[in-house]
């Protein structure tokens, strides 16, 4: 398998049990995380992967998107931020409008 060069990951704020719970599930991150996935797939963006993951402890910021293997990590994640950072990635750029940590 290649290294995607952009490997988007969205919290989904599944604890160690399971269950999800706090702030990016509620704010509904996995109707985000489809939404990733369509956008990508219509920009026809190779070496851009998306994924979910459990909780990443920064529910303050929610929800939560990191960058891997950047570092690059992106809060308050709406469909308006998701398009204006895929549209930074194809840039080669970084969206600072939405970045809270990298």
Same mark, same amino acid.
């Given at each position: 398998?290649? @290294?995607?060069?952009?490997?988007?990951? $969205? #919290? !989904?704020?599944?604890?160690?049990?399971?269950? +999800?719970?706090?702030? #990016?599930? /509620?704010?509904?991150?996995?109707?985000?995380?489809?939404?990733?996935?369509?956008?990508?797939?219509?920009?026809?963006?190779? !070496?851009?992967? $998306?994924?979910? @993951?459990?909780?990443?402890?920064?529910?303050?910021?929610?929800?939560?998107?990191?960058?891997?293997?950047?570092?690059?990590?992106?809060? /308050? %994640? @709406?469909?308006? +931020? %998701?398009?204006?950072?895929?549209?930074? %990635?194809?840039?080669?750029?970084? #969206? +600072?409008?939405?970045? %809270?940590? !990298?």
């Amino acid at each position: 398998m290649k @290294t995607p060069e952009h490997h988007l990951f $969205v #919290c !989904g704020s599944f604890r160690v049990s399971g269950e +999800a719970k706090g702030l #990016c599930h /509620k704010r509904d991150s996995h109707s985000l995380l489809s939404y990733i996935q369509s956008e990508i797939q219509d920009r026809m963006l190779s !070496g851009v992967e $998306v994924s979910s @993951t459990g909780c990443v402890n920064a529910c303050d910021n929610g929800p939560i998107m990191i960058d891997y293997p950047s570092g690059h990590w992106y809060g /308050k %994640i @709406t469909e308006e +931020a %998701i398009d204006e950072i895929l549209d930074a %990635i194809e840039n080669g750029e970084v #969206c +600072a409008k939405y970045l %809270i940590s !990298g």
